[in-house]
């Protein structure tokens, strides 16, 4: 599975890589901001969960998950942030995303966020497909 | 400066370094900053991130070489051996971290903090006419300090 990380800090997509590499067979891209995500996602590359940090330069997280829904409503977002409050978690999820972890997080938060992610649009998928 | 506003960064720094850093962190006496305080002498680098909103300020990490590089090795899980790039990224990340972690408890509401912005700890400056709080911590490898210097907007964010 491709699975594309946005974040500013290298580090921190580091952290995110080496969590869910145990996920099996994964090829990973990587963003620093908004714009490069959304060059890497123009790219064609199917992605089956995008991990989106908030506060980043050029454009940030919350931008950017409103254009990717703008044109793809199904591809699962998992936005991975400090914004704690109960405010930004509910604009993040009227912008669109799956799901929403806060950092600091442990490797098995992480892990067991994009499980549950993955699981759930698993369930949708059949659901969607025998409709 | 009360406690509420100190309790915050002490909870968030602990919060960081259980879940990320995995270092144990024990949290010294507050203090407030002197005006000619030189925390050049102890300290080389500091990351220093805005705050904005419903309160005003600086959030201000201070750090040795040595500490720094463990630090950054810690949360990175491979030896840092020189303070480059990713050891500044990883710093920066750690204080945006603690900052994001000591937001969401103050009692004032939604506050805005920046990108992370290096320096030399000489350089630093500090907003005038609002007092410095300084906290300590010491971790296996040796001591750094948060510095917070903030007030109340009024301003409240929904």
Same mark, same amino acid.
Request: charged share 20%; aromatic share 4%; hydrophobic share 45%.
């Given at each position: 599975?491709n699975?594309?990380?946005?974040?500013d800090?290298?580090t921190m997509?580091n952290?995110?890589k080496?969590?869910l590499?145990?996920?099996?067979e994964?090829?990973?891209s990587?963003?620093? @901001?908004?714009?490069?995500?959304?060059?890497v996602i123009?790219t064609g590359?199917?992605f089956a969960v995008v991990?989106? @940090?908030?506060n980043?330069p050029n454009m @940030?997280?919350?931008t950017?998950v409103?254009k990717?829904r703008?044109?793809d409503k199904?591809?699962p977002?998992?936005?991975?942030?400090t914004? &704690?409050?109960?405010?930004r978690?509910?604009?993040a999820?009227?912008?669109?995303?799956?799901?929403?972890v806060v950092?600091?997080f442990?490797? @098995?938060?992480?892990l067991?966020?994009?499980?549950?992610?993955?699981a759930?649009a &698993?369930g949708? &998928?059949?659901?969607?497909?025998a409709? | 400066m009360?406690?509420?506003?100190i309790n915050p960064?002490? !909870? *968030?720094?602990r919060e #960081?370094?259980d879940?990320m850093? +995995?270092?144990?962190?024990?949290?010294?006496?507050?203090r407030? +900053?002197e005006?000619?305080?030189r925390?050049?002498?102890?300290y080389s680098?500091?990351?220093?991130i805005?705050?904005s909103?419903? #309160?005003?300020?600086?959030?201000?990490m201070?750090?040795?070489?040595g #500490?720094?590089?463990s630090?950054a090795?810690?949360?990175a *899980?491979?030896p840092?051996k020189?303070?480059n790039?990713?050891?500044f990224?990883?710093l920066?990340e750690?204080?945006?971290?603690?900052?994001?972690?000591?937001?969401?408890?103050?009692?004032? *509401?939604q506050v805005?903090i920046?990108v992370?912005?290096?320096l030399r700890?000489?350089?630093v400056?500090y907003p !005038?006419?609002q007092? #410095?709080?300084?906290?300590?911590f010491?971790c296996? !490898?040796? +001591?750094?300090?948060?510095?917070?210097?903030? +007030?109340?907007t009024g301003?409240?964010?929904?």
């Amino acid at each position: 599975m491709n699975i594309l990380l946005v974040d500013d800090s290298k580090t921190m997509r580091n952290i995110q890589k080496k969590s869910l590499s145990t996920l099996g067979e994964v090829q990973f891209s990587e963003a620093g @901001d908004g714009l490069e995500a959304l060059a890497v996602i123009g790219t064609g590359i199917k992605f089956a969960v995008v991990m989106v @940090d908030w506060n980043m330069p050029n454009m @940030d997280g919350i931008t950017l998950v409103r254009k990717i829904r703008e044109t793809d409503k199904a591809t699962p977002l998992i936005m991975a942030t400090t914004e &704690a409050e109960k405010g930004r978690v509910l604009e993040a999820l009227k912008a669109g995303v799956n799901n929403y972890v806060v950092k600091p997080f442990t490797p @098995d938060q992480i892990l067991e966020k994009v499980k549950q992610t993955l699981a759930k649009a &698993a369930g949708a &998928a059949p659901a969607a497909a025998a409709a | 400066m009360n406690v509420a506003y100190i309790n915050p960064f002490i !909870t *968030g720094t602990r919060e #960081v370094f259980d879940a990320m850093i +995995r270092m144990p962190c024990a949290v010294g006496k507050p203090r407030l +900053r002197e005006t000619d305080e030189r925390s050049h002498k102890l300290y080389s680098i500091s990351v220093v991130i805005g705050l904005s909103g419903s #309160v005003s300020g600086l959030l201000v990490m201070n750090l040795a070489e040595g #500490v720094a590089l463990s630090m950054a090795s810690a949360l990175a *899980g491979e030896p840092a051996k020189s303070l480059n790039a990713d050891t500044f990224d990883a710093l920066a990340e750690i204080a945006n971290m603690i900052a994001g972690a000591a937001k969401k408890q103050l009692p004032q *509401g939604q506050v805005t903090i920046t990108v992370p912005t290096l320096l030399r700890t000489p350089d630093v400056v500090y907003p !005038t006419g609002q007092p #410095v709080l300084s906290l300590p911590f010491d971790c296996p !490898t040796g +001591r750094f300090t948060l510095e917070i210097s903030m +007030r109340d907007t009024g301003r409240r964010v929904a």
